[in-house]
Every structure is written in C-alpha cells, then in structure tokens.
C-alpha cells in the first residue's frame, strides 16, 4: 500500500497547504534576493511550486476517489 493511501483526506490538504505556504515563501525570496542569488532563489521557488503542485494532484486524486455518485432510488415504475 503507497504511503499516500494510508493518510487521511485532512491530513493530505495540510500537507498541500504547508507545501503551498511555502511556495508563497520561495516567490517572496526570490523577489526580494539580491541580483548575485536571484538564480538561485528563482530554482527554489521552482522546486517549491512543483512541491506544491504534486500534494494537489494527490490530493485531488484521494478527494475524487471518495467521491460516490448520487443514491439513485428505484421506484420501481
């Protein structure tokens, strides 16, 4: 069983809010690096996007997972 399927539906949304919060971390360093580390900082804030980007997708996948269609009731006409 993947490590993912073991973890909660919450437990997975604060996993991709931390990794959003610290996208949003990454962006604001690169913006405010000087311009010797903007390369640098520019590499982290892409690393940390696709951080981010990786714990929606698993996210999303789990939420729709759960998803159940509609009871359909029979009324037997």
Known sequence: ???FDRLRPAELFDAWLFA???AALALASWF???A???ADRHAG???AL????HAAAVLADR???RERPARVV???W
């Open 50 to 53: 696709d951080r981010e980007s």
């Open 32 to 34: 405010a690096a000087p």
């Open 1 to 3: 069983m993947p490590l």
């Open 74 to 76: 029979a009324f037997g």
């Open 63 to 65: 939420v729709r997972s």
């Open 36 to 38: 010797a580390d903007k």
């Open 45 to 47: 804030y892409l690393a």
């Open 20 to 22: 959003e919060a610290d």
